[in-house]
């Protein structure tokens, strides 16, 4: 069975900075895409950054210039580091591998 388990999450302050960390363990060859995923209360979860295995990746347009994603394929492992926090980045933040991985998700809570 595969498990993916989220770090990292916590309090920031405006202007801040945090950085998640997702493990993954099990059974499995490699994962092609990977990336993290956001849902604030009473909205709809939003992608927030993926990145390939190849090293691409894609950012969200509210998150680009403050946001990096990155992955270590050797260590199963895939990271967002967060800088210039914004309270609206306040959400449960969701690892997320291929298409039917999820991991149970951190809080991230920005005050302003």
């Known amino acids: 069975q595969v498990q993916l388990v989220e770090s990292g999450g916590g309090l920031a302050q405006a202007g801040g900075s945090l950085r998640l960390s997702c493990a993954a363990s099990?059974?499995?060859?490699?994962?092609?895409?990977m990336g993290w995923y956001r849902q604030a209360p009473g909205k709809q979860r939003e992608r927030v950054a993926t990145?390939?295995?190849?090293?691409?990746?894609n950012y969200a347009d509210s998150v680009k210039g403050r946001f990096t994603i990155s992955r270590d394929n050797a260590k199963n492992t895939v990271n967002l580091q967060m800088n210039s926090l914004k309270p609206e980045d306040t959400a449960v933040y969701y690892c997320n591998a291929d298409v039917g991985y999820w991991g149970r998700g951190t809080l991230v809570t920005v005050s302003s």
């Open positions: 099990g059974s499995f060859f490699s994962f092609n895409v």
């Open positions: 990145v390939t295995r190849s090293g691409s990746t």
